[in-house]
């Protein structure tokens, strides 16, 4: 269905597992062209960068790490830099604001997930969902520094994780 009313889920997936394969079979810059892509397209794809990264510092050295950093990251900043400068609040509002159930627009899918639980059921609920939604991202962050994944099955296992406490965690429930 998604594919017939044109979401972005499917194409932003595929790209994130093109971009693993791509790492696995030890091509970096096409791994982060591939992601890259996928985070042009939704910032849920963000956190796949630093995990590729990681598990490339582990398999492939620091210079292979380098080159897909570098290229995703250039990918994604110039599809979104433009849109962030010609309109800087809106950007603001969709990306950051909305994604977190903060912005001024509700989202349509609710569903009872933890984090719409907190935001309906305990005072400041927002606030706590943020917080817990950025210790989950600083707790995954540690753990690429600390014990980084060895390989690309561990990568995508961590950033399955990853993107699993930020669901689970988001008060719009709507990633």
Not at 3 to 15: A, C, Q, R
Request: hydrophobic share 60%; aromatic share 4%.
């Amino acid at each position: 269905m998604p594919l017939t009313i044109g979401g972005v889920d499917p194409p932003v997936i595929g790209l994130i597992c093109l971009a693993l394969a791509f790492t696995h079979r030890g091509h970096a810059g096409r791994a982060g062209l591939a992601v890259g892509a996928a985070a042009a397209l939704k910032w849920t794809a963000w956190p796949a960068i630093p995990v590729i990264v990681a598990v490339l510092v582990v398999c492939g050295g620091k210079r292979a790490a380098f080159k897909c950093a570098a290229a995703a990251t250039g990918i994604a900043v110039l599809a979104v830099l433009p849109m962030a400068l010609v309109d800087s609040s809106a950007f603001y509002q969709n990306v950051v604001l909305y994604p977190l159930g903060l912005g001024p627009t509700a989202s349509s899918a609710q569903s009872p997930l933890l984090g719409h639980l907190i935001v309906s059921l305990v005072p400041n609920g927002k606030a706590v969902t943020v917080a817990l939604i950025a210790l989950g991202a600083l707790s995954v962050g540690v753990s690429l520094l600390l014990r980084p994944p060895r390989s690309t099955v561990a990568a995508a296992d961590r950033l399955a994780l990853g993107l699993i406490l930020a669901i689970v965690l988001s008060p719009a429930t709507r990633v």
